[in-house]
């Protein structure tokens, strides 16, 4: 591939892109690192982050601010898709990968890059959902990947860093590996590794215990337009604002917390630990507006898509072909749910206790009542059975001869 130039590095401010730093230089020989250090609403102060990378060398340090695309552009669109990655993870974490490689390539080509670089070790989701977007927006650019090849050991990372002038961690290193972004913060390592170990209470920053939650309920009414949230209790927000409103929300009775051991992309099995608590909730009432505004066959057919998408994005093909196709078939569907659903939250759980849609819904009172305003014509279930059941008629009489 050839030695690159000049690099763009994908910075955290943490040990390891810290030291990806001088070790592009020395040991690679890139002439020049520029740093990119993405706000995804994660709370961090950036100031700090943006002068440590130039303290470790880099020639510039950019900070950006993609809060808002990374809702509308990813965490709404997920939203309407219902993603959950094996029927339980709302994907808080990889929905930013494809964001902020996107940023990274515009920032290549606008400094005049030769290559990309990020931090991601060898056995995580990262790196594949880094490479295979890169790969697919630029695969002129080369991509960099030290922290997968150098074989150093946490201390002998911190060593490299402490010769080339980093400064080692002052405090004492968290055992836990914790990635927190606007949507939600996943909690792994440590003691966690152990898949029979509970999670101790200190690991949980979104959510209240279940002991600790309100002891009345409280009931919110979530309002969609074209399958996007965009209300809570009849008040409009922008979409980074109802973000916000329903982590607080949800994660002030305690809900959204997940511990599953989920199946990575290079083939191994990792315990996480996800506090998500504003997308499940807003996950949980789209798919009850659903019920009541697509037909039964559209439905199905977008449960089964569903999945797929989720996986997609999970295994970093965000930029490819069938997720762009698929993207196609939830719009087209997304244009009838709109409404509101009615979600009760009281320890730990969200009940959906309500929901309605004046101008799409497609339950019809007069043909779901017992009562005196029945219009179902229930003689035409006669004929009906008859030739549903047809089939399975003829294949028992052939059987029993």
């Not at 819904?361 to 006669?382: I, N, W």
Request: proline content about 6%.
């Amino acid at each position: 591939m050839g030695r690159a130039k000049k690099a763009v590095l994908a910075y955290s401010g943490g040990v390891d892109t810290s030291v990806c730093i001088p070790y592009l230089m020395q040991e690679w020989g890139v002439e020049e690192v520029i740093t990119f250090a993405a706000d995804l609403g994660q709370g961090d102060e950036l100031e700090p982050i943006r002068q440590k990378a130039l303290d470790s060398g880099a020639s510039q340090s950019i900070v950006g601010d993609l809060i808002e695309p990374f809702i509308t552009e990813f965490a709404f669109p997920a939203i309407r898709a219902n993603a959950l990655y094996e029927g339980r993870y709302p994907l808080s974490t990889a929905l930013a990968r494809p964001l902020i490689a996107r940023r990274l390539v515009e920032i290549a080509r606008e400094v005049g890059a030769d290559a990309v670089a990020h931090g991601c070790t060898g056995k995580g989701n990262d790196q594949v959902r880094f490479d295979v977007a890169i790969g697919a927006l630029a695969p002129d650019l080369k991509v960099l990947t030290p922290a997968r090849e150098w074989g150093m050991s946490r201390e002998e990372t911190i060593a490299y860093g402490e010769r080339c002038g980093i400064p080692s961690p002052v405090s004492k290193k968290s055992p836990y590996s914790i990635d927190l972004n606007l949507l939600g913060r996943s909690i792994e390592a440590g003691p966690l590794e152990d898949p029979n170990v509970e999670p101790p209470e200190e690991i949980y920053a979104m959510t209240v215990s279940v002991d600790a939650a309100p002891a009345a309920p409280q009931i919110v009414e979530i309002g969609f337009e074209q399958g996007n949230p965009v209300s809570f209790d009849g008040v409009r927000l922008d979409p980074v604002s109802l973000i916000r409103q329903a982590n607080a929300l949800a994660g002030g009775h305690g809900f959204g917390r997940l511990d599953m051991v989920e199946n990575r992309v290079v083939g191994i099995k990792s315990r996480e630990i996800y506090e998500t608590p504003g997308l499940l909730l807003l996950i949980k009432a789209h798919q009850e507006l659903e019920s009541l505004t697509l037909a039964a066959d559209v439905l199905r057919t977008k449960r089964q898509l569903e999945q797929q998408w989720a996986d997609l994005v999970y295994q970093g093909l965000w930029y490819g072909p069938l997720k762009e196709a698929l993207d196609g078939f939830i719009e087209r569907t997304q244009q009838s749910v709109n409404g509101t659903v009615r979600i009760k939250l009281h320890k730990g759980n969200a009940t959906v206790v309500g929901r309605s849609s004046a101008t799409n819904s497609l339950y019809v009172p007069t043909m779901a009542t017992y009562d005196a305003g029945d219009q179902f014509d229930h003689r035409a279930s006669e004929g009906f059975i008859y030739v549903w059941g047809l089939p399975t008629r003829l294949w028992a009489a052939s059987r029993r001869r």
